[in-house]
């Protein structure tokens, strides 16, 4: 399974951005779905997930970025996007996406991931 993430770049606060993650290899409605960033200095940390159980799906979002950030995904495309806006000089990172079978207790936990993309940089400034 291979995850290719896209959409990073520069963008001034109060902007928006929408990050992308392709993912190809495996089969992409089977896998819960995540997307995790690293600050310079900081520890990766959870950002949003979605899962699909029963034909419904489910949306995890860190405190920092609810109301601001949308997961969803495309299972045409087999893509999962993350719809930013509001951004914030704090949310200045390397985004990662994630695949993998999290229970939904622990969608939030890396360790529950089993495929990662390259990261993609997001830049928020002035």
């Known amino acids: 399974v291979q995850l290719q993430a896209s959409g990073g770049g520069l963008v001034q606060p109060g902007g928006s951005l929408r990050l992308s993650c392709v993912v190809s290899?495996?089969?992409?409605?089977?896998?819960?779905m995540g997307w995790f960033r690293q600050a310079p200095g900081k520890e990766r940390e959870f950002v949003a997930a979605?899962?699909?159980?029963?034909?419904?799906?489910?949306?995890f979002y860190a405190e920092s970025v609810k109301g601001r950030f949308t997961i969803f995904r495309d299972l045409a495309k087999s893509t999962m996007y993350l719809q930013m806006t509001s951004l914030k000089s704090e949310d200045t990172a390397v985004y990662f996406c994630?695949?993998?079978?999290?229970?939904?207790?622990?969608?939030?936990?890396?360790?529950?991931?089993?495929?990662w993309g390259q990261g993609t940089q997001v830049t928020v400034s002035s």
């Open positions: 994630a695949a993998g079978r999290p229970i939904q207790s622990a969608v939030r936990a890396s360790s529950m991931y089993y495929y």
């Open positions: 290899g495996g089969t992409f409605r089977s896998y819960g």
């Open positions: 979605t899962t699909l159980s029963s034909g419904n799906s489910n949306t």
